[in-house]
């Protein structure tokens, strides 16, 4: 079991940017499919974007463009830019359960094995 711990939220402006990080304890990133999901209050969790154990990555329609995933070993990352008030929400990182080794099941929040308490992310208008 991989214990994560988010971090890096706050409150911006319509247009900022924020970046947010993910520290895992317990193991490495290059053996899981990691991503972040998030939840608004009222709303139904749903991905954001996710990355494979190669590198290659995934991003909701509403992410593409201004949210950027990376990870370094043991530390995942949420680059977001242009932020807009409907990005409010608590982000969580999660390792995501597999079929074929480093391949996320999605959606990724249906099938997160560890994930953290999240961190807020607060856009003003």
């Known amino acids: 079991q991989v214990t994560l711990v988010e971090s890096g939220g706050g409150s911006v402006q319509a247009g900022g940017s924020l970046r947010v990080s993910c520290v895992a304890s317990?193991?490495?990133?290059?053996?899981?499919?990691v991503g972040w999901f998030r939840r608004a209050p009222g709303k139904e969790r749903e991905d954001v974007a996710s990355?494979?154990?190669?590198?290659t990555t995934t991003y909701a329609d509403f992410a593409k463009g201004r949210f950027t995933i990376s990870k370094a070993e043991n530390t995942l990352y949420l680059q977001m830019d242009s932020l807009k008030p409907e990005d409010t929400a608590m982000y969580h990182c999660?390792?995501?359960?597999?079929?074929?080794?480093?391949?996320?099941?999605?959606?990724?929040?249906?099938?997160?094995?560890?994930w953290g308490q999240g961190t807020q992310v607060t856009v003003s208008s």
């Open positions: 990355i494979t154990i190669d590198g």
């Open positions: 317990g193991g490495t990133y290059s053996n899981y499919c």
């Open positions: 999660a390792t995501v359960q597999s079929r074929v080794r480093g391949q996320c099941m999605y959606p990724i929040w249906r099938f997160r094995a560890d």
